[in-house]
C-alpha cells in the first residue's frame, strides 16, 4: 500500500510552522481533516445557526460542511461570512473570517491574534506535488504544484507513471489594521526592521512552532517603532 508523506512548503525568509502527517492514499486525506466540532455560522445575510460544522482545507480558500438533519450541507466563502468553533481536544476556541487576503480573491482565514495596530491570520490550503516519471534510460522527471480539489480526487492516485504528495500549505497573514493591509507574514512586511528583527529571532531562538513565536516577532516590531497601544 503507497504511504503518501505530507511535509511543509517554506519560501525564504518564510515564518512557516512544520506540519507533517501521513496518509494512504486521497480517500484517507479526505478522512484526516473530516473533523466535526459544534460551532456557529454566520451567513451574508446576517443569519446566524448553531450546528455541527467541518472546516476542510481541500479546496484553495476553504469550505464548510455543516449537518442539516440526516443531509450535508457544503458551504463556501460565497455563502459565509464567518464561522467559528470550540476544538475539545485541544480546549481552543477558533473563529474564521472570510477575507479577501490572495489576489483579492476570498478565502477562509482564522484570527489568531489582534491588538490596536496587528492583526495575525492563518489560512490553511492542500497542495498536490505531482511527479511524472519517463521510463527508459535517460528517462526525466518533472514536477507540478497545484492546489488540491477533491472534484479531482482520481487524478492523485499513484500510479507506475507518477506519483504524488500532500503538502499543508499554512499561510500566515499579517494585517495592517490601520491601513487595512493583509501581507504574508515573512519579514518583507516588515522590512523597515528586517535587520533587528533577524537578531531578535536568533537571540530568542524562535522557531516558529508556536502563535507566541508571531506575536513576539509582532511586540517586538512595534516596540522597535515605537508604537505603543493606548489603554
Not at 477562509?108 to 498536490?128: H, K, N, Q, T
Request: charged share 25%; hydrophobic share 40%; glycine share 4%.
Amino acid at each position: 500500500m503507497t504511504v503518501i508523506t505530507i511535509v511543509p512548503l517554506y519560501s525564504q525568509d518564510k515564518l512557516a510552522v512544520a506540519k507533517r502527517f501521513r496518509v494512504k492514499d486521497i480517500e484517507h486525506l479526505n478522512e484526516v481533516v473530516d473533523e466535526w466540532y459544534d460551532g456557529e455560522v454566520t451567513f451574508w445575510n446576517g443569519k446566524t445557526i448553531l450546528c455541527r460544522l467541518s472546516y476542510s482545507p481541500l479546496v484553495p480558500e476553504g469550505l464548510v460542511k455543516i449537518a442539516d438533519g440526516d443531509l450535508t450541507r457544503i458551504l463556501t466563502v460565497h455563502d459565509i461570512e464567518s464561522f467559528s468553533f470550540y476544538n475539545h481536544d485541544t480546549y481552543t476556541d477558533h473563529t474564521y473570517y472570510t477575507l479577501p487576503l490572495i489576489n483579492n480573491r476570498p478565502m477562509f482565514a482564522e484570527l489568531l491574534y489582534e491588538d490596536c495596530f496587528y492583526a495575525i491570520l492563518g489560512s490553511r490550503s492542500m497542495v498536490a506535488e505531482v511527479t511524472n516519471y519517463v521510463p527508459g534510460p535517460g528517462g526525466t522527471v518533472s514536477r507540478s504544484f497545484e492546489y488540491v480539489n477533491m472534484s479531482y480526487a482520481h487524478a492523485y492516485r499513484t500510479n507506475a507513471a507518477s506519483a504524488t504528495k500532500f503538502i499543508m500549505d499554512y499561510r500566515w497573514f499579517l494585517v495592517d489594521i490601520e491601513n487595512r493591509q493583509a501581507h504574508d507574514f515573512d519579514l518583507d512586511a516588515l522590512e523597515d526592521q528586517r535587520k533587528e528583527l533577524r537578531k531578535f529571532i536568533r537571540a530568542n531562538n524562535l522557531q516558529f512552532e508556536t502563535l507566541e513565536d508571531y506575536i513576539a516577532v509582532v511586540k517586538k516590531y512595534e516596540d522597535l517603532t515605537e508604537r505603543l497601544c493606548s489603554e
